[in-house]
């Protein structure tokens, strides 16, 4: 039974209709601060925490409701003798309800605030009461999520009381709000310390999806509460939900256009770039695209690191595409792709920002840091030199190579990813698969060292020029001997890209 509720709130929301359900049946409301205030002005029957306490706010609002006489109503176990006797020798009464929801610290600590500032909306009252209600939630119930009002005014209006199961759930949901809290802060204040002891991680669910990778398979996309990232801040211009495939495919098909200056389209399918192309306006770079793999981009995800126009929308849509993406969009260009309402349109308002990658294994969670480094130098091993054109295609390879699963191999010519091999458990037969492709191609990039001479070898027989490859292999020198042989040019980069 429900005779007292201690109602402080940050956000407003749905509030007064809660408060003003609870007080027609006789409950008592306490309260401070801006949601004593708000009540009072609604008409309501209000006490304030001070006046429970004896204890007026102090350091700017800081202490309020740590206090005994608070927290004591809160925890008391109703059917433990010794608890309610000591409430009853210290005339504390029992809190029967506990409404909180805390400072916008995930909102906060994205925005452009100081160090200091952003400190200030870190919660302790809050969280010190939801956790307390929690812990006690056979006889306390606890609400910090607004949606949860409607079902818990049902309850009492229907039966009286609220049910074990829906306190529970909602004990349950204030231990995963305060960890998911509690994380943020955490990494805030360890933010320069790469690998602390313990993961603390902090998303919240955007929505449910309507399957994983396969039909069989549940899903759901959570965003980061710590920042805004290209991928929980773009805006869907037109089509339906993206689902688990889609936003993999779209997280790898933009960091591919954001690793160039120059306007690029990257034709993606199942996590893996098809075509990728360099060009003078938006339109030439996607038809570049385009011929890289004419076949395999019909049905797959276009991403563009410029403004889209009319003429590259209605080039575009003369084939199914499941998503176009790009940082803007022309008003006329915008009409042209809706014009397919099936076609996922995307605005994504941020660059990459992720400085970690993670991935789950049975029982643990491997952490790295993004790849972020393209080379270390670029080292002339052979003979020859790759012409200044030459070094731009290599560049232009490796940066590809970095979003291929290895083992990768691009092979390119002026600007244009030809040919694209990659997840072979051989590094030849991706060699093979790239060359095939890419008949035309002239240049070659590989994502690690070649342990033999043979992808030297395979190259010639296709008029491969120069080759770019990390180095690093006790057998370095065959390949070297082999370009030299060919005559073609090979660099050394330091740096390896395995993609598993």
Not at 257 to 282: I, R, S, Y
Request: glycine residues 8%; proline residues 3%; hydrophobic residues 40%.
């Amino acid at each position: 039974m429900i005779k007292r509720a201690l109602i402080s709130v940050f956000d407003k929301t749905g509030v007064y209709d809660l408060a003003k359900f609870l007080s027609d049946r006789n409950v008592e409301i306490i309260s401070s601060g801006g949601t004593y205030k708000f009540l009072k002005e609604q008409g309501l029957e209000v006490k304030e925490i001070a006046e429970i306490t004896k204890a007026p706010e102090m350091l700017d609002g800081r202490v309020k409701t740590l206090h005994p006489v608070i927290h004591g109503g809160i925890l008391a176990i109703r059917d433990n003798e010794e608890h309610m006797s000591t409430l009853k020798e210290r005339d504390i009464d029992t809190i029967d309800m506990v409404v909180v929801n805390l400072y916008p610290f995930f909102e906060k600590v994205r925005e452009d605030l100081t160090f200091e500032e952003k400190v200030e909306f870190i919660d302790i009252g809050g969280p010190t009461m939801l956790r307390s209600a929690a812990k006690n939630f056979k006889d306390v119930v606890v609400m910090h999520d607004v949606n949860d009002y409607q079902k818990v005014m049902e309850e009492i209006a229907e039966s009286g009381d609220v049910s074990f199961t829906t306190r529970k759930k909602l004990a349950g949901k204030v231990f995963n709000l305060t960890n998911a809290y509690d994380a943020a802060i955490s990494n805030f204040l360890l933010g320069d310390e790469e690998y602390p002891e313990y993961l603390s991680i902090s998303y919240k669910k955007m929505q449910d999806l309507r399957y994983g990778e396969n039909p069989h398979q549940s899903a759901a996309y959570y965003s980061s509460n710590e920042f805004a990232g290209a991928m929980n801040s773009f805006e869907i211009l037109n089509g339906k939900p993206l689902s688990y495939n889609n936003i993999k495919d779209l997280d790898i098909a933009w960091k591919v256009v954001c690793e160039f200056d120059e306007v690029v389209t990257c034709a993606l399918k199942h996590n893996t770039p098809c075509g990728v192309a360099v060009g003078e306006t938006v339109y030439d770079s996607y038809v570049k695209a385009y011929d890289c793999d004419p076949i395999s981009i019909f049905g797959g995800i276009v991403a563009v690191n410029r403004k889209v126009d009319k003429e590259t929308a209605l080039e575009m849509n003369k084939i199914f595409l499941e998503i176009v993406a790009a940082p803007e969009f022309d008003e006329d260009a915008l009409e042209v792709l809706k014009g397919k309402k099936n076609l996922r349109v995307i605005k994504v308002n941020s660059k990459p920002v992720d400085k970690k990658y993670m991935v789950s294994v049975d029982g643990g969670i491997l952490v790295q840091q993004e790849d972020k480094i393209l080379l270390d130098e670029a080292k002339v091993v052979t003979t020859k030199a790759p012409s200044e054109e030459e070094m731009k295609d290599l560049i232009f390879g490796m940066k590809v190579v970095k979003y291929v699963k290895s083992n990768a191999i691009v092979v390119v010519k002026d600007g244009k990813a030809v040919g694209i091999g990659g997840g072979q458990v051989n590094r030849i037969w991706a060699t093979i698969e790239a060359l095939e492709r890419g008949k035309d191609g002239v240049v070659l990039a590989s994502d690690a060292f070649f342990p033999f001479g043979d992808v030297v070898e395979e190259a010639a027989k296709h008029n491969i020029s120069a080759i770019i490859q990390p180095g690093g292999s006790i057998r370095d020198e065959d390949s070297i001997e082999a370009c030299n042989k060919h005559g073609i040019s090979m660099v050394f980069t330091g740096i390896r890209h395995f993609k598993h």
